[in-house]
């Protein structure tokens, strides 16, 4: 089987990709569904295309689209029903949708960010009643506040690396 299933998907945005199947030939009577199986269920039917399917939807049709890993099946069925093929097409990571999202921090970019503002006496009270490992910041010793510190600043250098914001202290200088 060949598709052209892209990886990744941004929610909110309009989803096309193709597929051909040899034994499954628009020709000899099929009908094909592709289900996106995450966070939430979603079926888009495919549409004839010479020897292949297309899959197509718009936003609207992708609406409540959660973000997550989406595995996609595709069923093919034949003879109103009476034969019926699953094939798994692959997996799906869909993305969130940019225009919905408030506060595009990560977890541990945000509670370093309370971590030390409570450290320096400067937490706001949303930032105190954060909670992690189940208890709010507020709740913490300065002993652990100061542990739960180097584990989220960690965190968020390995962050900043894998998004090629550097974070590493090293400088190369060649005379």
Known sequence: MESTLPRQHTAGDSLSWRVEHPGYQPSDGWEVIAYLIGPVVKSLPGEADGE?????????????????????????????????????????KVLADPTQITDGRSHARRALEAIEATLEGKATSGMLDMRMNDRQVRSFSVEELLKLRDRYRAEVAAEDRAAGLGGGNRLTVRL
């Open 52 to 92: 292949g399917w297309v899959f197509s939807a718009k936003p609207s049709d992708l609406e409540n689209l959660e973000p997550g890993p989406y595995r996609v099946r595709i069923t093919w069925t034949k003879d109103n029903g009476d034969t019926r093929d699953t094939i798994e097409d692959g997996t799906l």
